[in-house]
């Protein structure tokens, strides 16, 4: 699959997925949503109405309110890449996404998660 195709694949067709992973290991869709907002900034209404639209990643980081800044200092390997050595920059904010997920799914607290 192209990076352009997995831009504009719906968040919303991807996030059940990430919810079943973390209540796999016990952890809540609630988690799974501040984790969302804690990277974006989109608030929990806007979110909602953000996986309603369909909308693709490319669009919803692009439309993001507020990126934070924190993120780059999220480190490690998903899907055997070093999120940190991802140079393509709508690429590394999926790798992101997808690192705090592992990490939530892996029961590490969420203080610890979002760098508190």
């Known amino acids: 699959m192209t990076q352009h195709r997995i ?10 997925h990430y919810i079943a ?6 952890r809540t869709k609630a988690e799974v949503d501040e984790i969302f907002r804690w990277l974006t900034g989109y608030s929990q209404d806007a979110l909602e ?5 369909g909308t693709s990643f490319e669009d ?38 997808d690192k705090l997920i592992d990490e939530l799914a892996r029961g590490k607290a969420m203080e610890k998660i979002l760098l508190g």
């Not at 831009?7 to 059940?16: G, H, K, L, N, R």
């Not at 109405?49 to 639209?53: F, P, S, T, V």
């Open 7 to 16: 831009y504009s694949i719906s968040v919303a067709s991807v996030y059940p």
């Open 21 to 26: 992973k973390a209540e796999k290991k016990g």
């Open 49 to 53: 109405a953000e996986l309603a639209k």
């Open 60 to 97: 919803f980081f692009g439309a993001a309110p507020a990126m934070n800044t924190a993120r780059e200092r999220v480190t490690g390997v998903v899907c055997g890449v070093r999120v940190e050595n991802v140079v393509e920059p709508l690429m590394r904010e999926i790798r992101y996404l």
